[in-house]
């Protein structure tokens, strides 16, 4: 038999032994982490706040970032916003003005958005805080979802002195217990409206970020006659809906050409907001928040970290004979700084799972009590055990460097 058939056997024998002085330094760090419980507990106790941490803060970000994001989907991202400010010489957009947005290509419609606050009589009751929104026909054939009982707005309802209205739940709770609000009326502002129609609370963000709250009664009217009741002689805010979303910035160039004419191109007197970059906003945010909450909770686990390695000197300082015994018996230094690191490594990761399951666990708690669906992030949890085991083998590897380099003689004089 030739050197050649040797060789095959040679390493394989080489790879048995390094496999059993794996399992072996595996096996004394396990006994050594048993062995000392209360200081392994305390010394991994930095690496599980800040795993936790880091699971918790960025789940919870991204349920809440995903909870607004279905919201601006509900709203449609085919839907523009038009703010319109004014200037000096023009307050505002009137009905020539809709037109002229209407004839916009790809623009399928529009509805003026009208919003203001009153009270409401009911039978002598009287409700102070009613919400008042102004909205078109076309609005309803957008939202048609939204309506519980009776039938939307029509075109035969669109004027200033057409007294319909639509109320929401808060509403019909309030006002109308035990009977069916649909053809009965409420007084507003003076005036009798009859009511055609239950919706939904709108728990919208667009209803959020104008400040409306859906826990508040509300009526919707025609715009014409929302105008009319809460003394606005201007347009201020439209949506405007478009026929085809993949187009959405060449139509808000197109938009915004209009506009600049409507408003004989003065400055900051409009602005053109689309869902598409409200959500690309949000996402940035998202990942930007990510980012720094990572970076945060990154601090605990270099905290952490230090620990693991006080922790390593202070074993090594006490394992000193055990050191020198060993290499007195021929073990190699590599072997001597292999058990450190693995230690280390398990103290790391050890601690990284049980922050794993306690970040879970909080950000499900914070789920359940803010009211949103939470979805472990798997982003998070690797981040978090891969950053925990950087750590182990990092802060681990100073104390089996110098664990490795003891002289046996010395090792074994030491008291």
């Known amino acids: 038999m030739n050197k050649q058939q040797f060789k095959p056997k040679i ?169 069916s609000p649909v053809g009965n009326t409420i007084i507003i502002g003076g005036h009798t409206y009859t009511i055609i129609g239950v919706m939904q609370n709108d728990d919208s963000i667009s209803s959020m970020m104008s400040g409306m709250d859906s826990n508040t009664a509300e009526v919707i009217v025609p715009y014409k006659n929302a105008m009319k009741l809460l003394g606005i002689g201007a347009l201020t805010r439209v949506e405007v809906y478009i026929s085809d979303p993949s187009k959405s910035e060449e139509i808000v160039t197109n938009l915004e050409a209009t506009l600049d004419e409507i408003f004989n191109y003065k400055e900051d007197a409009y602005t053109v907001t689309s869902m598409d970059s409200l959500i690309q906003t949000l996402q940035t945010m998202q990942t930007m928040l990510t980012a720094m909450l990572a970076g945060i909770a990154s601090i605990s686990l270099v905290v952490g970290g230090i620990g693991i390695m006080n922790m390593m000197l202070v074993s090594v300082s006490e394992r000193t004979k055990e050191i020198g015994l060993r290499k007195a018996l021929g073990a190699e230094p590599g072997q001597i700084q292999l058990q450190f690191v693995v230690e280390s490594i398990m103290l790391s990761v050890i601690g990284g799972i049980i922050g794993v399951i306690i970040g879970i666990g909080l950000s499900m708690i914070a789920g359940i009590l803010i009211g949103i669906t939470i979805t472990p992030s798997i982003f998070a949890i690797v981040l978090g055990v891969g950053f925990s085991a950087v750590v182990g083998i990092g802060f681990g590897w100073g104390p089996s460097k110098k664990a490795s380099s003891l002289h046996p003689i010395d090792a074994l004089r030491s008291e």
Request: contains cysteine; charged residues 20%.
């Open 11 to 179: 390493n394989l024998r080489k790879n048995l032994i390094k496999g059993s002085m794996f399992r072996e330094c595996v096996n004394m760090s396990w006994q050594q982490i048993i062995n000392n419980r209360m200081r392994s507990f305390l010394t991994t106790l930095g690496i599980v706040i800040g795993i936790a941490s880091v699971i918790a803060l960025i789940t919870i970000v991204q349920g809440i970032t995903d909870a607004m994001l279905s919201q601006f989907d509900s709203l449609g991202t085919g839907t523009l916003t038009v703010s319109a400010t004014g200037s000096v010489l023009k307050n505002g957009l009137n009905d020539e003005d809709l037109d002229k947005i209407a004839n916009v290509e790809y623009v399928s419609g529009y509805s003026p958005s009208i919003q203001g606050s009153t009270s409401a009589v009911k039978d002598g009751i009287v409700i102070d805080t009613v919400n008042v929104k102004g909205k078109s026909e076309t609005y309803f054939d957008m939202n048609s979802d939204t309506i519980l009982k009776g039938r939307p707005l029509t075109s035969l309802d669109e004027g200033v002195n057409s007294y319909v209205c639509l109320i929401n739940e808060v509403m019909e709770e309030d006002a109308f217990i035990g009977t």
